[in-house]
């Protein structure tokens, strides 16, 4: 059975077909890269399938089960969460603080925002564990606001991950950051999703990235699926370099 299933999804603003008859299966532990230029609707559907945004109609199943009208709250019980392309987090509090968050909201605790987290050993111990599955155990009593841009990014997909879904949206984890720190990132994220067997549905641009971590492709075009395949079946779809890059044989030409 396909871990998450979206069926005719639609989601209009307007005249703007943001996410258009969209069917997606994926299936589980699967890391799917999801592109397309910008307007594709890639954020749309990342947000429609998180509940962050209602769809005007399809269904959405995840696990057999049909979400399409469940809470955000729910969802991620059910074990769906995300990050954000534009970061989702407490500036104010620190790396280690906003992961120990994550974890009170996930396990529904009430959380007294002065006492955060330092009394409950369970949490200290696992939000450490995760910043260090994160590389940011250095940068755990800084304030998030104070981190470099692509910690932020990194803390962000932490907290998604803080939730212990079993599939993990991540829309554009490396955005802003350089490229050289991009494949550190990368790294770090499909090291974490790999090793605990996490599905994975990421938002990226840089079609290096997407070409050398996905198991599978889906490109997005004015809101709909135009195709999806392996890294090497993408590669060789001129209509997909096309909308991609403007130019039919971009891809091939690196090889
Ligand atoms: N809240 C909104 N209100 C109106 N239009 C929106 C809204 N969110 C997205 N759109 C439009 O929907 C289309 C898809 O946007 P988006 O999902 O952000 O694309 P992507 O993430 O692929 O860049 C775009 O044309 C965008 O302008
Ligand atoms: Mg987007």
């Known amino acids: 059975m396909n871990l998450l299933e979206t069926v005719h999804l639609k989601r209009y603003f307007g005249d703007t077909r943001a996410v258009?008859?969209?069917?997606?299966?994926?299936?589980?532990?699967?890391?799917?890269?999801?592109?397309?230029?910008?307007?594709?609707?890639k954020t749309s559907l990342v947000n429609v399938v998180s509940a962050y945004l209602k769809a005007d109609s399809g269904t959405i199943l995840f696990r057999g089960a049909d979400l399409t009208h469940a809470s955000v709250t729910d969802r991620v019980k059910a074990g769906i969460a995300r990050s954000f392309q534009i970061v989702n987090l407490f500036?104010?509090?620190s790396a280690f603080d906003n992961v120990a968050l994550a974890i009170f909201s996930r396990q529904g605790k009430t959380v007294?925002?002065?006492?955060?987290?330092?009394?409950?050993?369970?949490?200290?111990?696992?939000?450490?564990h995760v910043l260090a599955q994160f590389n940011l155990s250095a940068k755990r009593s800084e304030l998030a606001r104070d981190l470099a841009q692509g910690e932020r990014k990194?803390?962000?997909?932490?907290?998604?991950?803080?939730?212990?879904?079993?599939?993990?949206?991540?829309?554009?984890?490396?955005?802003?950051?350089s490229t050289r720190d991009k494949g550190q990132i990368m790294d770090t994220i499909a090291s974490v999703?790999?090793?605990?067997?996490?599905?994975?549905?990421?938002?990226?641009?840089d079609m290096d990235v997407v070409f050398k971590y996905?198991?599978?492709?889906?490109?997005?075009?004015?809101?709909?699926?135009?195709?999806?395949?392996?890294?090497?079946?993408?590669?060789?779809?001129?209509?997909v370099a096309?909308?991609?890059?403007?130019?039919?044989?971009?891809f091939a030409r690196k090889d």
């Open 193 to 205: 999703v790999r090793g605990e067997g996490i599905t994975a549905v990421i938002v990226e641009h």
């Open 242 to 250: 096309m909308i991609l890059i403007g130019s039919a044989d971009a």
């Open 91 to 93: 500036d104010d509090l």
């Open 20 to 41: 258009d008859d969209v069917s997606l299966s994926v299936a589980e532990g699967e890391f799917v890269s999801l592109v397309g230029p910008n307007g594709a609707g």
């Open 112 to 128: 007294n925002l002065m006492a955060l987290a330092h009394l409950d050993r369970d949490v200290t111990a696992e939000a450490d």
């Open 214 to 239: 996905s198991d599978r492709i889906v490109v997005m075009h004015q809101g709909a699926i135009l195709a999806q395949g392996t890294p090497d079946e993408i590669r060789k779809n001129e209509q």
């Open 154 to 177: 990194l803390l962000d997909v932490a907290l998604a991950y803080a939730l212990r879904p079993k599939l993990l949206f991540l829309d554009e984890p490396t955005s802003g950051v």
